[in-house]
């Protein structure tokens, strides 16, 4: 088999094309800032994984661990992981690709987030995931003004929307008394100051069972 021959070549191009972006809707609770979580790249991946019959088999070359300490004086496991992810057809042809994932956690997980982030990259990378939806013409508007930016007045976009709803209804708390609460008609009218604040709001809420 030639190194182009092989239905991976024909695979890797056709699951690139019906992959869906992958937006950053999922909060850091600590430092608050968004991103993309792994388990949104595995449900935008797996559907056309399994239709192209392509499946991705990881070794983990090199790993390392040490432990540190945080600013109270707890233990915080550090975990880095040089992983090579093969990436397989039905006929048997592959390709690989390398990347290093890095994670921390205070107990047993810093290794599963390291490979977490691995296998996220390797994905983005190998299919070359959108990382956000094409947008019309017509709704591209200028830059926001500085003056704008600094106070907060800038309109938030659908997928903080559809973060602030997920952790509302996390939290039993109905869209309605939030409208309520910051007087206004819909999300649509959010800024990214009141946005920032609900979310702070919510955190203060326990999840309901």
Request: charged fraction near 25%.
């Amino acid at each position: 088999m030639g190194i182009t021959e092989g239905k991976i070549y024909k695979a890797i191009p056709n699951i690139m094309g019906e992959i869906n972006a992958v937006g950053k809707n999922k909060q850091n609770t600590q430092q608050g800032f968004m991103y993309r979580g792994i388990d949104d790249v595995m449900n935008a991946i797996n559907p056309a994984l399994v239709k192209h019959n392509v499946f991705i088999v990881p070794e983990i070359l090199e790993q390392s661990r040490e432990e540190r300490q945080t600013a109270r004086g707890g233990n915080l496991i550090y975990s880095i992981c040089k992983i090579k992810f093969r990436f397989c057809a039905d006929d048997g042809s592959s390709i690989e690709a390398v990347t290093i994932g890095e994670g921390m956690d205070s107990g047993d997980k810093a290794t599963n987030k390291a490979m977490a982030v691995a296998f996220k990259y390797a994905c983005f990378q190998v299919f070359c995931i959108p990382t956000e939806e094409m947008k019309d013409p017509d709704a591209e508007t200028p830059p926001n003004s500085k003056a704008a930016q600094e106070t907060g007045n800038v309109k938030v976009d659908a997928i903080k929307i559809s973060t602030l709803r997920d952790k509302a209804m996390k939290k039993g708390v109905s869209e309605k008394s939030i409208l309520e609460h910051y007087k206004i008609v819909s999300f649509d009218d959010m800024d990214f100051k009141t946005w920032h604040n609900a979310m702070q709001l919510l955190d203060k809420y326990k999840d309901v069972a």
